[in-house]
């Protein structure tokens, strides 16, 4: 079995603990982790605290940041083939998603490299003789970065990119599902010549590692992204170090078509909006709200395409459809699944475990059109599971839209321009696609509303949620200060 270790203060050490990691194409144990229990999570804090006042970090100028930043985003696509294969063999994802994205990741790196030195102050005009005041932006300080196990690479790239461009340090814990990817990550962070310490990766459980982790007093700000349960539990334990905190979470986005659509392009873009990264996504079309005169054809299309999608091994360049990333998933896919059906929901297609190794579930599509409660609608699936509900006119389209606590991503599909700023308007989501789905870019923020979250990702914006502002008061006269008593 191959072995990863944690990557603490510069150097590749043992955690106090270890586990297996699963293989979900054949849920054998492939890889053994280092696992970082409380000592470790301290020790590795400590090396950001010390990291973030050292002159080796703090003396840099930000163009020398940008730099270091440049230096990992061409190791990371050096290196992308090799990190697509250890996160396809770690969570299942297929190798097809894997190798584009991690290429793509690289971009991310570069994006935020080229804001290092951008990230600017203010002066202000102030309302007072004799005095000059500006605003410096400086780091926020120490960083604890959490991602969850799909696209470990990529969600880290949009915390650590605009991190570093500030001048903070991070910890970054990677989910304890899949976690070789980051570790393997952690050598192009060493190679590109981050001093030690700015960078440390570690993984290990939520209930440990996270929790010490996200409480720890030296920790300024956590980064997190996860489902909204778990959220609950790093703002609590925020408490303890009143550091902010960003939170990426779950969705329940609605993927609407008009019947002025261009159907074929809109069963392209559901299906990749609810089918690609086996519906591990975030920003998965996992609703789709149809018109109700076009609902026959479109489901038909969308039912043969569903069925004709090729579900084979991960490391396969032709598999469409791999394994979930872990066997806790895939049954609480299909408890869900169960549970939606008993209340009402009619199967489309899918629904059913196959036999054989590996998490595999297939491409399902629920009709749940008569069951306003099916569990289906309100309840994130985090897998290959599509609900479906048919809708008469516009408004009824923009109530259903709305009608969740997430507020993620949305999509809207239609030919008329009138209706699609309508629908842009009124639909509450961090993220509209307009006759597309699931493009995303560096250049662009990306965030949610309510149970989806706060904060945003990607863009300008993003770095400067890794600042804080220090306003300098200089006094220019060499008069003595008069009176002490009044408050100039
Ligand atoms: P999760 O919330 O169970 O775990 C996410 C991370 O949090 C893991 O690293 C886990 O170890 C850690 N964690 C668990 N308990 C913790 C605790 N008490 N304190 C601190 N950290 C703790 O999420 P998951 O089930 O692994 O991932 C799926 C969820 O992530 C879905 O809801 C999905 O929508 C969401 N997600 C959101 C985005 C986004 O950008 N909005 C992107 C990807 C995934």
């Keep these: ?82 990190l697509a294969a250890i996160e396809t063999r770690d969570t299942g994802k297929i ?24 990230i600017e102050g203010a002066h202000l005009p102030i309302d007072k003789p004799d005095m000059e005041v500006w605003l410096r932006r400086e780091p926020i300080g120490v960083v604890a970065a959490i991602v969850p196990w799909n696209s470990q690479l990529f969600l880290s790239a949009v915390k650590l990119g605009p991190a570093l461009a500030a001048g903070c340090t991070v910890v970054l814990k990677a989910s304890e599902d899949g976690p070789a990817p980051m570790l393997e990550f952690a050598r192009l962070v060493q190679e590109a010549g981050f001093p030690p310490g700015v960078v440390n990766i570690i993984t290990g459980f939520g209930s440990e590692c996270g ?15 996860g489902g909204p349960e778990t959220a609950r539990h790093v703002v609590r334990a925020s408490a303890e170090n009143l550091a902010s905190t960003s939170l990426e979470l779950g969705g329940k ?20 909006g609810i089918f690609a990264a086996t519906g591990q996504s975030c920003v998965a079309g996992s609703r789709l709200l149809i018109q109700r005169s076009v609902k026959d054809a479109f489901l038909a299309k ?6 004709a999608i090729r579900i084979a091994a991960p490391d396969d360049m032709t598999t469409e459809v791999g394994p979930l990333c872990t066997q806790r998933q895939r049954d609480r896919i299909d408890t869900l699944v169960a549970a939606s059906t008993a209340s009402g929901a009619v199967l489309v297609t ?22 306003p409660d099916a569990p289906a609608l309100s309840n994130e699936f985090f897998g290959p599971v599509l609900s479906v509900v048919a809708f008469d006119t516009e408004e009824q389209a923009l109530d259903l839209a709305n009608d969740t606590a997430f507020g993620l991503a949305s999509g809207v599909f239609t030919r008329s321009l009138t209706r699609a700023h309508r629908m842009i308007r009124g639909i509450r989501a961090g993220v509209v696609w307009v006759n597309t789905y699931r493009a995303v870019s560096p250049i662009a923020p990306f965030g949610g509303h309510g149970l989806s979250g706060h904060g945003r990702e990607g863009g300008l914006a993003a770095a400067l949620d890794y600042t804080t502002v220090k306003t300098v008061w200089l006094r220019t006269s060499d008069d003595p200060i008069p009176d002490p008593f009044i408050m100039r």
């Design 302 to 307: 969308l039912k043969a395409k569903a069925e």
């Design 253 to 272: 986005s609605p993927f609407i078509v008009f019947e002025d659509a261009d159907l074929d392009s809109a069963v392209n873009a559901q299906v990749s």
């Design 1 to 82: 079995m191959q072995r990863f270790q944690l990557y603490i203060d510069g150097a590749f050490t043992d955690g106090s603990g270890s586990f297996d990691s699963i293989d979900p194409a054949t849920g054998q144990p492939w890889a053994v982790m280092s696992e970082a229990r409380t000592a470790d999570v301290n020790r590795a804090v400590d090396a950001a605290h010390r990291a973030f006042r050292s002159r080796e970090w703090a003396g840099l100028t930000a163009s020398a940041r940008g730099k270091l930043l440049y230096k990992l985003a061409d190791l990371v696509q050096a290196a992308a083939p090799k």
């Design 350 to 371: 899918g629904g059913q475990v196959p036999e054989g190794q590996g998490f595999y579930y297939p491409p399902t599509i629920l009709d749940c059109s008569d069951v």
């Design 211 to 225: 929790a010490v982790l996200t409480a720890h007093p030296k920790v300024s700000h956590v980064a997190f992204t």
């Design 95 to 118: 190798i097809r998603e894997t190798s584009a994205q991690i290429a793509y990741v690289a971009e991310y790196y570069r994006y935020y490299a080229g804001m290092a030195d951008k």
